[in-house]
């Protein structure tokens, strides 16, 4: 089987790469990476051997077409992901998600070739803080920022293809993934990263907000058994009931790392920010079998940390310059 991985290079994507080469070695590999802010190159360097890697965007059709055509299937990670950003200058995530989705549509559809989008649990917005109910494959979408519209965007186009012109492609909505080579923009490595380099974490406003947590080989996982058993045209949701508020997940970390639990900053909210997202996974459970491994989320927040307090070489030469954005949105708003 020969698949294109787009977006390979970054954190779910490098992480899915890797496990695939370790648990899959018939399978061939081409990462397809516009190698942006968010990729590390360092993240492959371990199967770089085993892999052809294309540096190009999803939205330029030349080389687009040149990397789908002779594959079996394309997983499609590639995206700009971050919602601060997205607030902040939204263009690239219209650029990429949206339109480049239709041009891996447009390829997939005419070489016929199987598409797996990989899309999140944003697209459906938000649930009140203090209620049962979670997101399924019927939830309407109502997505709140200029990065979950655009997520959703793509999950219509990719509807779209597959009725109109019989595409092979699935869908799947996961929730917020934690684990190693994740950039420090996001909540988790961000916190860890601060307090190994002698900064205070940052709360957004009072840390209520709630997160579903899900260690990314869980997630990969799922993606690989959509692959092997998932129905075509059908979206399946990924989650592993790993509900959590900020405060609760910083306090644990500051905890894991030896640090008073209230040696954070309270920094001002992010513009329309979603209260919380909880998956309910039953459906990708009762019909193809799957089952999240990682339950305990504490034990995945300390290897987490153990991994960035290893690998400074990583993360360290991006961090300051991340930072700094932060710090120039603060005073801007
Ligand atoms: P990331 O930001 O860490 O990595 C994105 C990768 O895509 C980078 O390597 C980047 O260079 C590449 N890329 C960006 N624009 C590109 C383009 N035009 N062409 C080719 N490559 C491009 O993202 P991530 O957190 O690994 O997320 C991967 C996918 O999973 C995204 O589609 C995201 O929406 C989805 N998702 C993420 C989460 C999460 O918690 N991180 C949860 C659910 C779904
Ligand atoms: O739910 C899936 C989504 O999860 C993915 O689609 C996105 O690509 C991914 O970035 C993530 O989105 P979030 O906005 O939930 O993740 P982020 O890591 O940016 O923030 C997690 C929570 O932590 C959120 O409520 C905002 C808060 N936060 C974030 C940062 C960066 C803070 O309190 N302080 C921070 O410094």
């Not at 890697?53 to 590639?78: L, M, Q, R, Y």
């Not at 988790?188 to 190994?196: D, F, G, S």
């Amino acid at each position: 089987m020969h698949i294109v991985v787009t977006g390979g290079a970054g954190f779910i994507g490098a992480n899915f790469v890797r496990r695939t080469v370790a648990t899959r070695p018939d399978v061939r590999i081409t990462v397809l990476d516009a190698l942006t802010y968010a990729a590390n190159e360092a993240s492959l360097d371990e199967v770089r051997e085993r892999i052809d890697f294309v540096k190009g965007s999803i939205a330029d059709p030349a080389v687009v077409d040149e990397v789908v055509a002779g594959a079996d299937a394309v997983v499609n990670f590639a995206a700009d992901t971050h919602n601060d950003n997205s607030l902040s200058d939204p263009w690239p995530f219209v650029d990429t998600n949206i339109r480049g989705t239709a041009v891996l549509l447009d390829a997939v559809r005419r070489h016929d070739v199987r598409l797996h989008h990989i899309s999140t649990d944003e697209v459906f917005g938000d649930l009140p803080l203090d209620a049962p109910e979670r997101f399924t494959e019927d939830t309407p979408y109502r997505p709140s920022s200029p990065y979950s519209a655009s997520k959703a965007s793509s999950d219509h186009l990719v509807r779209a293809w597959v009725r109109s012109f019989d595409v092979r492609a699935t869908i799947s909505n996961c929730s917020n993934n934690y684990g190693p080579y994740q950039h420090v923009e996001k909540f988790i490595p961000r916190q860890i990263t601060n307090i190994l380099s002698g900064e205070r974490p940052k709360l957004y406003g009072a840390g209520a907000n709630v997160r579903d947590w899900i260690h990314v080989d869980d997630h990969n996982d799922a993606v690989w058994t959509i692959l092997d058993r998932g129905e075509i045209g059908e979206t399946y949701l990924i989650g592993a009931d790993g509900e959590r508020s900020n405060r609760e997940v910083l306090r644990t970390l500051l905890e894991v790392m030896g640090r008073p639990a209230d040696d954070f900053d309270v920094v001002p909210d992010r513009a329309g920010h979603d209260l919380r997202y909880a998956i309910d996974s039953s459906r990708l459970r009762r019909e193809l079998g799957w089952q999240p491994t990682h339950a305990d989320l504490d034990a995945g927040l300390r290897d987490t940390v153990e991994w960035y307090r290893r690998n400074r070489a990583w993360w360290e030469p991006g961090k300051a310059g991340v930072e700094a954005a932060y710090a120039r949105r603060e005073t801007a708003r």
